[in-house]
């Protein structure tokens, strides 16, 4: 008896989808559910032991027969029955009258079996548990033909518990090819609470995590703009580093759109081309389409290259055809080009930029840099040295002025940087002498206006600060407090700047760390005229074990030495003597519980002038709740809710409310639902949103989502929706 028990067969595949194993912590387990297996020591070796209540051999026929209780047992698998014949001739064993086999992997149990060599074998009217996936089923035949060849006829196949079957597949023949990895069905059937719901005469599915082509799960939804939508996504492996995935979108009140999403990596880049059609927009009459390019990598050792394209064909595209308030609001699409090299201690950077502007009524319109070109050295810092910094750029910046008036023309700005850090474990003061120059040419400017300018500017900073620590003891722990003192002083002669135009410059939002920026604007069209001290204080609450902070209490404040006369366009010279007080709060309130918040004062006014506070409960994954509130003066007031939360080992509710307080005008809300049981789950999500950009239209939706737990989902997929809704969720569903 050479061989035997070498079937089994694939069942350790899933028998229609190949899917990740799953917990199931509210379920009973099959090998509680299935036939017992016999209390027997595996078999260390590769031999077969047979047990029986009596045996017969034949030497004429080469026949041995056991009968009564045949135990047949090899390595960790065990097979028994009532009758067993082997034939030493054929050396294939079958048992007529019923059997039961054991695995790890699985339990079958049928009227008979015939197991050949070459892994080669039969059984009819079986009954297999498999239960590493908590599956069951039923086959009228089982054939091996092969070691990687199986074919199963007349098959049932589902995760539900007898007597509780929720769903229920049936296929007349499934055939699974281990060398290729690959399964195939015909004529399968699936049944919901009984009722047949989806059929497809002819199936192929992957019987490995390895990618392969095959059609994805549906998706199912409904929205006030696109109407009643179901989506077909099928996935192309066209190799092993690029694919594509070809999707169907059927919109009942638009038509039918068809997207393309193509991904490639080599070894150095990296890329995604996303192209979207709609052949005639029912509601709008006239065709419509999108295209999104990324690509990103290296070119060569010092060469990289990264590009940013979208394309839409219509200045509503995304707020009709979007599903989130962050798209639908986009109102500029960039285009970009960057080609980057990488020297000895320096890099260059070269960019085309320009932008699809999609809401016509703005009156304004970002520039073109057509082309800008960066240069800096990349030195690393030397402690007790001087350190030498050097940046230079030059940018043509064009727009059509036709649309808007206003300047256009070159900007080089040069950069040099000198500082000498001197570092110590507990402190640190950095001197920094700055010397700056920038040029205009400009044209389309003003009668009596100025076609160039020159600035040429120096700065002097010096940024200091301790690092103090004690060891102390809170609520019975042992801790590390640490305090900060931080002093940075900059001054910058003045210079009027009146005359230049707004390119691409802004002012930074104050913040605590911007009390220790060299410059309040973010690009190079004004260089503000600071002459002050900023001093800040930092304490932190560590763990002295673990080195987790669990509090950390920022402080600090700006005392201006002169009227800053510096300004953009709209505001006014600053007179005030201090600026606002920044205070920062990060703190680990409890177990599971953190909160953070960011204050600015103004003490003058003694008015608070911008706030943000946001707590937030996360026991685990699926208990998760978060409160935020935003504040600026004149500007916005706004709550967000979000929580996703257990209401029992089946139920979780979910849900999101983010309101602008001053018009009492919701922006997006949400709840939804969950059940989930030991062989399928429901989500259900109905949703309101803003979905335009000005603020006036509302879009409400219905997700439903129904996963039939090993074999797949049906319903429009909300992982991504939810996980931006929901901080700090991971969906699972």
């Given at each position: 008896m050479r061989q035997t028990i070498i079937l089994l067969l694939v069942l350790s595949?899933?028998?229609?989808?190949?899917?990740?194993?799953?917990?199931?912590?509210?379920?009973?387990?099959?090998?509680?559910?299935?036939?017992?297996?016999?209390?027997?020591?595996?078999l260390n070796d590769d031999s077969v032991q047979?047990?029986?209540?009596?045996?017969?051999?034949?030497?004429?026929?080469?026949?041995?027969?056991?009968?009564?209780?045949?135990?047949?047992?090899?390595?960790?698998?065990i097979l028994t029955t009532n009758t067993a014949v082997y034939n030493r001739k054929t050396d294939v064993l079958s048992a007529k009258n019923g059997f039961t086999l054991w695995d790890k992997r699985f339990t079958i149990k049928g009227s008979q079996v015939d197991l050949r060599p070459k892994q080669q074998g039969e059984m009819t009217n079986a009954y297999f548990w498999l239960l590493n996936r908590r599956a069951r089923g039923h086959a009228k035949k089982i054939n091996k033909h092969s070691k990687n060849l199986a074919t199963f006829e007349e098959t049932t196949y589902t995760t539900c518990a007898p007597g509780n079957e929720v769903w229920r597949l049936e296929a007349s023949k499934i055939s699974l090819d281990d060398a290729k990895a690959r399964g195939t069905a015909r004529n399968v059937t699936i049944h919901l609470f009984g009722l047949p719901i989806f059929y497809t005469p002819y199936i192929s599915f992957p019987l490995s995590d390895a990618r392969q082509s095959g059609l994805l799960m549906p998706q199912y939804g409904v929205s006030d703009e696109v109407g009643t939508e179901f989506v077909i996504p099928y996935y192309f492996n066209l190799a092993p580093n690029y694919d594509t995935t070809l999707t169907t979108r059927i919109m009942s009140r638009r038509g039918v759109l068809l997207k393309n999403d193509f991904r490639y990596l080599t070894q150095s880049a990296g890329g995604n081309l996303k192209l979207e059609y709609l052949p005639d927009d029912r509601a709008r009459g006239e065709s419509r389409a999108s295209a999104s390019f990324q690509h990103s990598g290296a070119i060569t050792a010092r060469w990289a290259s990264n590009i940013n394209f979208n394309y839409a064909s219509d200045e509503r595209y995304f707020e009709e055809l979007g599903n989130s308030l962050r798209i639908s609001s986009i109102t500029h699409l960039e285009r970009r080009a960057d080609l980057y090299y990488y020297g000895n201690g320096w890099m260059g950077q070269a960019r085309l930029q320009a932008f699809q502007t999609l809401d016509t009524s703005l009156s304004s319109r970002p520039y073109q840099r057509l082309p800008q070109i960066l240069f800096k050295t990349v030195l690393p810092q030397q402690n007790r040295k001087l350190n030498t910094e050097l940046q230079a750029e030059f940018v043509r910046f064009d727009r059509n002025t036709e649309i808007v008036a206003g300047p256009i023309g070159n900007r080089l700005d040069l950069k040099s940087t000198f500082s000498f850090p001197i570092r110590s474990f507990g402190t640190f003061i950095i001197p920094k002498l700055s010397l700056l120059y920038t040029q205009y040419d400009l044209s389309n400017v003003g009668v009596n206006e100025k076609t160039t300018h020159k600035r040429p500017l120096f700065r002097f900073s010096t940024d200091s600060g301790l690092f103090l620590e004690r060891e102390t003891n809170w609520w019975g722990k042992d801790f590390v407090q640490t305090l900060e003192p931080r002093v940075y002083y900059r001054y910058t002669p003045y210079r009027d700047q009146s005359e230049i135009p707004i390119f691409d410059t802004g002012r930074y939002d104050l913040s605590f760390l911007q009390l220790f920026r060299d410059d309040s604007f973010s690009g190079t069209d004004r260089i503000d005229d600071g002459h002050q001290i900023a001093f800040g204080m930092t304490s932190r609450l560590l763990g002295s074990k673990s080195g987790i902070e669990h509090l950390r209490l920022s402080l600090g404040e700006i005392f201006y030495l002169r009227d800053r006369r510096v300004i953009l366009p709209g505001e006014k010279i600053g007179t005030t003597n201090t600026s606002n007080i920044i205070g920062e709060l990060a703190a680990q309130i409890a177990k599971n519980w953190q909160a953070s918040g960011t204050l600015r004062w103004n003490p003058e006014t003694r008015n608070t002038e911008h706030t943000v506070m946001r707590i937030r409960y996360h026991s685990d994954s699926q208990n998760i709740l978060n409160f935020s509130y935003r504040f600026r003066e004149n500007s916005v007031e706004q709550i967000d809710t979000s929580f996703h939360w257990k209401l029992g080992k089946r139920w979780n509710v979910l849900g999101r409310w983010n309101v602008s307080i001053p018009d009492d005008k919701t922006l997006e809300t949400f709840t939804g639902i969950e059940y989930s049981s030991c062989c399928w789950a429901v989500r259900g999500i109905a949703r309101r949103y803003i979905n335009s950009a000005n603020g006036s239209d509302y879009v409400n939706g219905f997700f439903l989502q129904i996963q039939l737990k090993g074999l797949g989902g049906v319903g429009k997929k909300a992982d991504t929706f939810l996980e931006e809704s929901i901080p700090g969720f991971n969906d699972h569903f």
């Open positions: 595949h899933s028998v229609v989808i190949h899917a990740a194993e799953e917990t199931y912590k509210i379920c009973k387990p099959f090998s509680e559910l299935a036939p017992q297996a016999p209390k027997l020591s595996p047979v047990s029986a209540d009596s045996a017969t051999l034949d030497e004429k026929k080469s026949l041995s027969t056991f009968e009564g209780y045949v135990v047949v047992q090899r390595a960790d698998q």
